[in-house]
């Protein structure tokens, strides 16, 4: 979602596949409020004992815990479902109990008394007096989901997180198609580590910054993206890209919002977005049937279907049984609508599902302007150390997706490996003074 969650979001090198979209798609899921608001309510007493077994055969019991996107996977409706395969059960556990970082909240306790939500030009809110922590801690009132957004969009950060992940592209008759990618992850502004600046001198207004390199193939290797996020939520994201077969780096256009990234499932938007151009409504706050993957296990190819497997599988990018539980966590729904005033737009409501203990979004669904379910970001998540402190990091998945259901294509990522944060990333991957400015691309390949 990048990150965030996005959310997002998180971002794929993956190469560009040309599917054929002329093929109908299948009836599918539609926008309706109801199907989030009649969710069970967190404060309800409904609830799925431990250890039960969720199957495509008996998921209708369960419907109100489960996301839309899950309903989509056990409904059988789209080509990519889930099977009566073993792999497919979704084995209920108990709730992990995950805090965020311990100064990133005493930030938000110190802090979070200065920050305002004022009219923006865009018609929609911005972020006034935010200075470190989250900037709500308790959302509340008629702004509670603008608040919501705002705690997604300012999840914890360490000051750097590195991994290397291998992307697949995955079409609807399983074929593949592989990159590798080293990706680094930036906060440069508004940090809660100890015995740092909480705005680093070379920020140069940026929030944080994010930077891929594809490694493999070899037709591939060097390209890299690098995107910045405006301190301001009102500036524009900026993007770059280095070309190898130009040998120069290129800036996109910060309006290419809706444009995929390297060729990939997920778009720039899901990655580096801007919170006040978008109205917010709050569906609530529910109980939602979330996976939290083991950290011994999940950071492998083998714990998702389609990616060592032979074939890309029913439902590319499903991460198998007996890598990890799912358990019902307390969630914040909200819906992200576009302001039209501001121009046509790709999505016409963007679903963020933010964990209420850790402001990190897990989930992300995504309709298309005809109002019919189109797209799942999905990052799959294991508890990580951060300076000793097991607890969801943003950027630090085992693995992430975006399906669409429509088009019967996906893009997967897995990490290969614990992510390394801070003091561990590796020695030539610390450099950010250089490694997070637009600058650094013209020196690669030399």
């Given at each position: 979602?990048?990150?965030?969650?996005?959310?997002?979001?998180?971002?794929?090198?993956?190469?560009?596949?040309?599917?054929?979209?002329?093929?109908?798609?299948?009836?599918?899921?539609?926008?309706?409020?109801?199907?989030?608001?009649?969710?069970?309510?967190?404060?309800?007493?409904?609830?799925?004992?431990i250890g039960t077994q969720i199957t495509i055969s008996n998921w209708q019991q369960y419907k109100r815990f489960l996301p839309i996107s899950l309903q989509a996977a056990m409904s059988g409706i789209y080509t990519?479902?889930?099977?009566?395969?073993?792999?497919?059960?979704?084995?209920?556990?108990?709730?992990?109990?995950?805090?965020?970082?311990?100064?990133?909240?005493?930030?938000?306790?110190?802090?979070s008394g200065q920050v305002s939500l004022v009219p923006a030009s865009t018609g929609g809110l911005t972020m006034k007096g935010w200075v470190a922590g989250p900037p709500f801690p308790n959302p509340s009132g008629?702004?509670?989901?603008?608040?919501?957004?705002?705690?997604?969009?300012?999840?914890?950060?360490?000051?750097?997180?590195?991994?290397?992940?291998?992307?697949?592209?995955?079409?609807?008759?399983?074929?593949?198609?592989?990159?590798?990618?080293?990706?680094?992850?930036?906060?440069?502004?508004?940090?809660?580590?100890?015995?740092?600046?909480?705005?680093?001198?070379?920020?140069?207004?940026?929030?944080?910054?994010?930077?891929?390199?594809?490694?493999?193939?070899?037709?591939?290797?060097?390209?890299?993206?690098?995107?910045?996020?405006?301190?301001?939520?009102?500036?524009?994201?900026?993007?770059?890209?280095?070309?190898?077969?130009?040998?120069?780096?290129?800036?996109?256009?910060?309006?290419?919002?809706?444009?995929?990234?390297?060729?990939?499932?997920?778009?720039?938007?899901?990655?580096?977005?801007?919170?006040?151009?978008?109205?917010?409504?709050?569906?609530?706050?529910?109980?939602?049937?979330?996976?939290?993957?083991?950290?011994?296990?999940?950071?492998?190819?083998?714990?998702?279907?389609?990616?060592?497997?032979?074939?890309?599988?029913?439902?590319?990018?499903?991460?198998?049984?007996?890598?990890?539980?799912?358990?019902?966590?307390?969630?914040?729904?909200?819906?992200?609508?576009?302001?039209?005033?501001?121009?046509?737009?790709?999505?016409?409501?963007?679903?963020?599902?933010?964990?209420?203990?850790?402001?990190?979004?897990?989930?992300?669904?995504?309709?298309?302007?005809?109002?019919?379910?189109?797209?799942?970001?999905?990052?799959?998540?294991?508890?990580?150390?951060?300076?000793?402190?097991?607890?969801?990091?943003?950027?630090?998945?085992?693995?992430?997706?975006?399906?669409?259901?429509?088009?019967?294509?996906?893009?997967?990522?897995?990490?290969?490996?614990?992510?390394?944060?801070?003091?561990?990333?590796?020695?030539?991957?610390?450099?950010?003074?250089?490694?997070?400015?637009?600058?650094?691309?013209?020196?690669?390949?030399?």
């Amino acid at each position: 979602m990048k990150k965030s969650i996005g959310v997002l979001t998180a971002a794929l090198g993956v190469a560009c596949l040309l599917f054929s979209t002329a093929m109908a798609a299948p009836a599918g899921y539609v926008w309706d409020t109801k199907n989030y608001t009649d969710m069970v309510d967190a404060s309800a007493p409904d609830t799925i004992p431990i250890g039960t077994q969720i199957t495509i055969s008996n998921w209708q019991q369960y419907k109100r815990f489960l996301p839309i996107s899950l309903q989509a996977a056990m409904s059988g409706i789209y080509t990519f479902h889930a099977t009566s395969d073993p792999v497919y059960t979704m084995v209920v556990g108990p709730t992990t109990n995950l805090t965020p970082f311990r100064k990133w909240i005493e930030d938000g306790e110190k802090y979070s008394g200065q920050v305002s939500l004022v009219p923006a030009s865009t018609g929609g809110l911005t972020m006034k007096g935010w200075v470190a922590g989250p900037p709500f801690p308790n959302p509340s009132g008629p702004n509670r989901g603008v608040e919501i957004m705002y705690n997604s969009w300012t999840p914890f950060r360490p000051f750097i997180l590195f991994s290397v992940d291998q992307g697949f592209a995955v079409d609807r008759y399983g074929n593949k198609s592989q990159n590798d990618v080293e990706a680094d992850f930036f906060q440069l502004s508004h940090l809660s580590e100890p015995n740092m600046p909480i705005n680093q001198p070379y920020a140069n207004g940026m929030f944080y910054v994010s930077r891929f390199g594809i490694t493999a193939p070899e037709q591939s290797k060097y390209t890299t993206q690098l995107q910045s996020q405006p301190d301001d939520p009102m500036k524009h994201p900026e993007t770059f890209v280095f070309l190898p077969s130009l040998r120069r780096s290129l800036r996109l256009s910060s309006a290419a919002r809706c444009s995929p990234i390297s060729g990939s499932d997920w778009v720039q938007d899901d990655n580096a977005w801007n919170p006040p151009f978008f109205h917010v409504d709050f569906l609530g706050e529910k109980k939602v049937l979330t996976l939290i993957q083991d950290p011994a296990k999940a950071f492998d190819g083998h714990a998702y279907v389609g990616i060592f497997d032979s074939t890309g599988g029913a439902l590319p990018g499903w991460p198998k049984a007996g890598n990890g539980h799912y358990e019902l966590r307390t969630m914040d729904i909200i819906d992200l609508k576009w302001i039209p005033q501001l121009g046509s737009y790709c999505f016409s409501h963007r679903i963020y599902y933010v964990d209420r203990a850790t402001w990190v979004p897990v989930l992300l669904e995504e309709y298309d302007t005809s109002n019919k379910f189109w797209k799942t970001g999905w990052n799959k998540y294991a508890p990580i150390k951060v300076h000793g402190q097991p607890t969801l990091v943003l950027d630090g998945y085992c693995s992430s997706v975006n399906v669409d259901w429509q088009n019967a294509h996906t893009s997967i990522s897995y990490t290969t490996g614990i992510p390394t944060i801070d003091d561990d990333v590796p020695g030539e991957y610390k450099d950010v003074v250089n490694l997070s400015q637009p600058g650094s691309l013209s020196r690669i390949m030399k």
